[in-house]
């Protein structure tokens, strides 16, 4: 992380702005005080990738008043690409205004930063038109930095990077739910069962149709899923590690509708507003 935070600021010098990737689903979890900190005094667009999967107008109206771009857009949607260039040129139209006075033409260039699995390439890809950028639904698929030529941008798709550190164990919990922690140093016992108890708050209707849980303990929702599902050993015992891999899974791939865990207090407590 801190040589992916070392090989931002060595590149920023060159960028004319900064799209700052955030999961819709948990821009404050997903947010990196220390990258927004580094930018300094260039121009910064907040995106909230996956807004399909979320309720992200709140968020947004939170954001633009505090006097910050922001934009939401689902990366996979081809009709996101007008919106999303659009809040690109906005953000470095005085740039552009300036370079055209001095009869200068190049490319906007823009760093695309943010913390791992938000989905940067996919955004990247969208604006190229095409598979440009290395994509993939975990944590760590860009290694390296890249430079990808956008219609009238250039950008630079970075490794994601995460916070030195996760203090709000709830914030930090939200991540893993999402990917944006390799599940391989995860309990992932853990966050599974935490993930169904946070599902019965947020988005009840979800786990209902889905598994038919209708609330309970967290133990009685993963009895629930294993029973739904299947998930069954010798002996009648409930296969409790495919029950909660199904759960991550299924989340992940909306499965069990829109969710959106992070609220303006979370938003307010890690300075994103």
């Known amino acids: ?123 990247i890809n969208l604006l190229a038109g095409g598979r440009k950028a290395a994509t993939g639904d975990k944590a760590g698929v860009t290694r390296a930095k890249q430079w990808v030529k956008c219609g009238s941008f250039e950008l630079l798709d970075t490794p994601g990077v995460m916070p030195p550190s996760c203090e709000n164990q709830t914030l930090a919990r939200r991540l893993a739910y999402v990917g944006s922690i390799n599940d391989d140093i995860l309990a992932i016992d853990e966050i599974a069962l935490c993930l169904l108890e946070e599902l019965a708050q947020k988005a009840p209707q979800g786990l209902m149709a889905r598994y038919g849980i209708d609330g309970g303990t967290p133990l009685e929702m993963i009895d629930g899923v294993c029973l739904r599902r299947g998930f069954v050993i010798r002996g009648g015992e409930y296969d409790y590690e495919r029950g909660e891999r199904a759960v991550l899974d299924d989340f992940r791939k909306c499965r069990l509708g829109r969710v959106q865990f992070d609220n303006i207090d979370d938003l307010k407590s890690v300075g994103l507003i």
Not at 10 to 28: F, H, T, W
Request: aromatic share 4%; with cysteine; net charge positive.
């Open 1 to 123: 992380m801190a040589k992916a935070m070392r090989v931002m600021g060595e590149n920023l010098k060159l960028c004319d702005g900064v799209a700052i990737v955030l999961d819709a689903r948990c821009p404050a979890a997903s947010y990196n005080r220390e990258i927004a900190d580094m930018v300094g005094g260039k121009s910064v667009l907040y995106i909230l990738n996956k807004a399909d999967m979320a309720y992200p107008d709140a968020a947004i109206e939170a954001l633009h008043a505090c006097g910050k771009q922001a934009v939401a857009v689902n990366a996979t949607d081809q009709r996101a690409a007008r919106p999303l260039v659009q809040a690109m040129e906005t953000i470095v139209s005085g740039r552009l205004a300036r370079n055209r006075e001095k009869g200068t033409v190049r490319p906007m260039r823009f760093l695309i930063t943010g913390v791992p699995n938000t989905g940067k390439s996919t955004l």
